[in-house]
C-alpha cells in the first residue's frame, strides 16, 4: 500500500533509462511494480506529489517523450486531467477530452492497451488517421508522433488511462512495453488508495486524487447547455465540444463563455440540437 510505502520505504537511487527496461523482464511483474511504489514514495513525500511523481518516472524510464495521467468515467469519459509530464502530454489529453475520440477512450472503453507507433499512417493496426481523424492531426500538429494508452483497471472497473506519447514514429519493444505495464498497474494501485480515505487518519485529512485539471467549468456549462437547449448531460456536452472544435478552441475556454453568459446554445440560437 501507499500508505505504508510512504511512512516507512527509504529513498531508492534512480537508475538508468537501460537498466530500467531491462528491468521488467529481469524480474516478475508483482516484483516490479512493487519496486515502482518504493521507488516513488521515500519517507517524507506527501501523497499529493505521487501522482506527478509516478508521470515523471514512468518518462525517464522509458524512450518516450512523455507521459499523462488521467482519470476515466465509468462510461470512459474523461473525468480530470492527474498529472502530465509535459505540456504535449496535457494538450493530448485535452484534445481527447475536447474531441471525444482517441486511444485513451478506447483503451479505457476496450480494458485494452491501444498501441499506435504510426499517427500519421491510414493503417488501422499501427496508425490513427483512419481510426482518429480530428485526433490524430491535432494531435500530430502538438508534437505527436506515436502514442500508447494503457488503461487502469481494478478488476472490471476503469479508473483511469496512462498515456505515453513519442515525437517520432517507433513501436515500445517489448521490454518497454513490459515496464510501461508494470507502470501502469502501479498507477491503478495508487489512484485506488488514492481515492480510499484511510481508517484512521489520526485527524490527518483524508486522501484523495489531486487533479491538475478537473474539468469543473465544462461540468458547469454542460449543466447550463443542457436547460437552455433542452436536452441531456450527454447530448449537451457534444454540444459544447462541436462548438470548441468548429472554433478551434480548447473546450475549457468555449465552457467558461457559456457560463460567463458570453454563448449561449439554445433554441433561438445557431447552436441548438438537430
Known sequence: MITAACAVLVPQTRTSRTTARGRAAAVGDTERVRAILLELAPPGTRPQDLPQRLVDACDQALTVSGVGLALMTSEAVPAGLVAASDEVARTLEDLQFTLGEGPCLDASRTGRPVLVPDLASADRLVGGRARWPGFAAAAIGAGAAAVFAL???????????????????????????????????????????????????????????????????????TG??????????????????????????????VAADVVAGRLRFGPDTAWSPG
Not at 154 to 166: E, T
Not at 169 to 185: H, S
Not at 229 to 253: M, N
Request: glycine share 4%; no cysteine; charged share 25%.
Open 151 to 221: 488503461p487502469l483497471r481494478i478488476g472490471l472497473i476503469s479508473i483511469g488511462v496512462l498515456d505515453l506519447y513519442r515525437d517520432r514514429v517507433g513501436p515500445l519493444d517489448r521490454a518497454e512495453l513490459a515496464e510501461a505495464l508494470a507502470y501502469a498497474t502501479a498507477a491503478s494501485r495508487m489512484l485506488l488508495t488514492l481515492r480510499t480515505p484511510p481508517e484512521d487518519t489520526g485527524g490527518e485529512p483524508a486522501w484523495h486524487v489531486p487533479l491538475a485539471h478537473d474539468r469543473a467549468v465544462v461540468h458547469q456549462a
Open 224 to 253: 447550463v447547455i443542457s436547460v437552455t437547449a433542452q436536452v441531456d448531460l450527454a447530448d449537451a456536452l457534444v454540444l459544447l465540444r462541436a462548438r470548441a472544435w468548429k472554433d478551434d478552441r480548447p473546450v475549457d475556454e
